[in-house]
């Protein structure tokens, strides 16, 4: 945590061209407003992204409305946002399932999810990675080559892989009905929910790009199709702790994006900007949505833990 802001500041303070950075940024055009105004409009889109996905992999277990799906990513933001590696995102939905003996087929699907999604950062990110380090050696054309045989290798062996990781016999009991939860899993809702985690990481990468084109960096499109899966590869691989989270994010976009000429205060100010946006807002709502004094599944939480303590 300490070296991941120390590294942000050091970038921030050798950078000695702020006057010209602040005029450019007090003289932004108005596409460059639009491209704000965009990113802001995403925001809802992602949001519905995850919760349709989330309310995919419960189908089987607790068939629930678009709005309760909604509510329950809501509250999975602020478990997942005071929590390390936001390991609190799904255990907090799960809370609010009506019936308690779902809440590990619930796990299971939350696992499901975020494997989905973790899939599809990496599957993007991989070949992003190779030609950050081989550079002009390496074409663009063959890792585009290499990543869609990522692709089909992955979905090709995804069913195989879970039927093999469940016939493990593994000593945690828990863990093992946890695998075999997932090995019932059809196919078809596997594809379906990493389908949705493609399209919601492709929007916010979006965000991203769009937030980059407001604070004024200087890269082309065809940049940010590397460097943005590269981020995002080097984001989500990064042990995170919720205080070293801005930290963490900041540090690789400045270490990522300076690469291809963006300047260490824009690529902070990019980062701070996603942050309020995907994860402020987010946050923010989250306390109107599902006030746990007003929801009676949280409040008899509440009531339990005091009565205990």
């Known amino acids: ?4 802001y120390a590294y942000l500041l050091y970038q921030l303070i050798v950078f000695d061209d702020y006057a010209a950075l602040w005029q450019q940024f007090t003289g932004a055009h108005t596409w460059q407003h639009l491209s704000l105004l965009l990113c802001f409009a995403l925001f809802p889109l992602n949001i519905w992204l995850e919760a ?6 419960m189908r089987g277990v607790e068939p629930m409305s678009m709005r309760e799906a909604q509510r329950q990513v809501y509250f999975g933001i602020v478990g997942g946002f005071v929590t390390p590696y936001r ?38 990110g991989l070949p992003s990675l190779c030609i950050f380090f081989a550079g002009d050696t390496l074409r663009p054309l063959w890792t585009v080559f290499f990543a869609a045989f990522l692709c089909v290798l992955f979905l090709a062996l995804l069913p195989w892989l879970i039927r093999l990781l469940a016939r493990i016999d593994w000593r945690n ?8 939860q997932l090995a019932s899993m059809s196919y078809a809702i596997l594809l379906r929910v990493l389908w ?11 965000q991203m790009g769009l937030v980059l084109c407001f604070c004024g960096a200087d890269m082309s499109i065809s ?6 899966p590269l981020y995002y590869l080097l ?10 989270d801005l930290g963490i994010r900041g540090g690789w976009a400045v270490f990522v994006f300076s690469h291809w000429g963006c300047t260490a205060p824009t690529a902070a100010m990019a980062t701070i900007c996603m942050w309020i946006i995907n994860t402020l807002a987010p946050l ?26």
């Not at 590990?104 to 699907?109: A, D, E, N, V, Y």
């Not at 009991?173 to 075999?180: F, G, H, I, R, S």
């Not at 990481?201 to 979006?206: A, M, P, Q, R, T």
Request: proline content about 6%; aromatic content about 8%; hydrophobic content about 50%.
């Open 1 to 4: 945590m300490v070296g991941a």
């Open 52 to 57: 349709r996905k989330w309310q995919c992999l």
């Open 87 to 124: 390991a609190g995102d799904y255990p907090a939905r799960v809370m609010l399932l009506r019936d308690k003996n779902h809440r590990l087929s619930g796990i299971t699907m939350a696992l499901a999810g975020s494997i989905s999604l973790t899939t599809v950062i990496v599957l993007a």
């Open 173 to 180: 009991p828990k863990l093992k009905e946890l695998l075999q």
């Open 196 to 206: 949705l985690s493609f399209l919601r990481y492709v929007c916010f990468s979006l």
């Open 223 to 228: 940049d940010m199709f590397i460097a943005l």
């Open 235 to 244: 984001v989500t691989i990064t042990p995170n702790l919720p205080a070293a």
């Open 284 to 309: 923010l709502l989250a306390t109107f949505i599902t006030p746990p004094a007003k929801h009676p599944r949280l409040r008899q939480h509440l009531n339990k833990y005091k009565i205990q303590n």
